[in-house]
């Protein structure tokens, strides 16, 4: 077993938002995404078969998907999609989001 302990790894950039690769195997991936408010993963999608988890893990945010739909989000919100079903994540406060994805990409 193993800990990934994600506020002592990965913490916030005033640039971009900041990512930790936490875990890949050929099972699943888990990446950690932090945003400072109004930084944004924009909208996008991936040309494989799979699922996608989006937790938020602490802040305020949306979830955004095609056609303009945006979804609030907040602390211990979950969106569920197919991998290949556009998605991105805007942050209004300071945001961690934690995402599986399963199969990697």
Known sequence: MRTISLTEENGFK???????HAHASPYTKVVNFNFEPG???????????????LTVLEG??????AEGMRVPART??????????PHGVRAISRMRVLVVIAPPI
């Open 14 to 20: 005033a640039e971009t938002f900041s990512t930790l």
């Open 60 to 65: 305020e945010g949306e979830f955004l998907g």
């Open 76 to 85: 211990g919100d979950v969106l569920i999609a197919d991998i290949a079903e």
């Open 39 to 53: 930084q944004e993963l924009p909208l996008h999608s991936h040309d494989i078969e799979g699922e996608l988890v």
